[in-house]
């Protein structure tokens, strides 16, 4: 249904700056939610970033004020803007897409793309 494909991750110094970048295709779908989770070593799945269709985004405390996300609904893509960086912030990144086909009757689904390596060294 979605395909997303993510680029952008990288390795870092401390207090440097990624731009994390994700674009969705495929056919007979609609976009809704889109954002981006981060997932370290042994820790459970986070959710960083998240923005609506409409613009409307939402971010973790810990990343507030430093990254921001956006996204262009023409051309289904979504991009994290990464400031600041820190150690913690050291993550396997995942864009993600919630979507409804357009085909009735609707069905809801979320979308993940593989994962991008993202690592801050101190």
């Known amino acids: 249904q979605v395909q997303l494909v993510e680029s952008g991750g990288g390795l870092v110094q401390a207090g440097g700056s990624l731009r994390l970048s994700c674009a969705a295709s495929?056919?007979?779908?609609?976009?809704?939610?889109m954002g981006w989770y981060r997932q370290a070593p042994g820790n459970q799945r986070e959710l960083v970033a998240s923005?609506?269709?409409?613009?409307?985004?939402n971010y973790a405390d810990s990343v507030k004020g430093r990254f921001t996300i956006s996204r262009d609904n023409i051309k289904n893509t979504v991009d994290l803007q990464m400031n600041n960086l820190k150690p913690e912030d050291t993550a396997v990144y995942y864009c993600?897409?919630?979507?409804?086909?357009?085909?009735?009757?609707?069905?809801?689904?979320?979308?993940w793309g593989q994962g991008t390596q993202v690592t801050v060294s101190s």
């Open positions: 993600y897409a919630d979507t409804s086909r357009l085909m009735f009757p609707p069905r809801s689904a979320q979308s």
């Open positions: 495929g056919a007979g779908f609609r976009i809704n939610a």
């Open positions: 923005i609506t269709s409409g613009g409307s985004t």
